[in-house]
């Protein structure tokens, strides 16, 4: 499956409500933020915790030009827990984390309006 962050292409295939369901989408507070200059295109290195039942996962994510080191912590998001582990360069990426694209492509994160206890799973 391909996988676009054109904000122009058209909507993906229809899916079954199972196959939403198989991705585990869930919001956690960053309780960490570093920089990461090893990676190819700029990033940072986040520690997001998801509550008790998920725990503190890594996330690395392009997000530096909309986001600081100092904002980050304490901000909730939303990632996928349930991908498997991905190294990018020294870093294990344990969770994605989600956002969309602004008009000229570069990442807005994905999160509530709300505060919302940690672990909660999108629906």
Known sequence: MHV???????AAETIGFDQFLAVDIRVGTIVEALPFPEARKPAYKLLIDFGPA??????S???TEHYTLEELPGMQVAAVVNFPPRQIGPVMSEVLTLGFP???????????????PDGGRLF
């Open 4 to 10: 676009t962050h054109d904000a122009a292409a058209g």
């Open 54 to 59: 998920i725990g503190r996962k890594r996330s």
């Open 61 to 63: 994510a392009q997000i």
């Open 102 to 116: 602004d008009a000229e492509g570069k990442v807005v994160l994905f999160r509530p309006t709300k505060p919302v």
